[in-house]
Nanobody, 124 residues
Framework: QVQLVESGGGLVQAGGSLRLSCAASGRTFSSYRMGWFRQAPGKEREFVATISRSGSSTYLADSVKGRFTMSRDNANGRVYLQMNSLKPEDTAVYYC?????????????????WGQGTQVTVSS
């Protein structure tokens, strides 16, 4: 069982930056692949980024490549999403998720545990 709590969302102007954090409970954090997803009003949940169990590899959606980076701290049970050069279209609720699947996956159904989400609003 893993419990996830996101933080760090807020209101920012276009071009600005935010750093999202996700704190995970449980002793087996390093055994989970982690992901970030987002969901804008009226839209389906969208894959943003994923990171391997060790943190050695990441994969980001084309829409955020070059602007977002994902990292993790297994010693402290945290995963981060650094978001730079934010655009109004990045506005959404951002969710942290944990998957027991070792390999890369961008599908929400592959993730077993989800946080409650944190709102990110980018003004133009």
């Amino acid at each position: 069982q893993v419990q996830l709590v996101e933080s760090g969302g807020g209101l920012v102007q276009a071009g600005g930056s935010l750093r999202l954090s996700c704190a995970a409970s449980g002793r087996t954090f390093s055994s989970y692949r982690m992901g970030w997803f987002r969901q804008a009003p009226g839209k389906e949940r969208e894959f943003v980024a994923t990171i391997s169990r060790s943190g050695s590899s990441t994969y980001l959606a084309d829409s955020v490549k070059g602007r977002f980076t994902m990292s993790r701290d297994n010693a402290n049970g945290r995963v981060y999403l650094q978001m730079n050069s934010l655009k109004p279209e990045d506005t959404a609720v951002y969710y942290c998720a944990a998957s027991s699947t070792a390999g890369y996956t961008s599908g929400p159904s592959a993730y077993d545990y989800w946080g409650q989400g944190t709102q990110v609003t980018v003004s133009s």
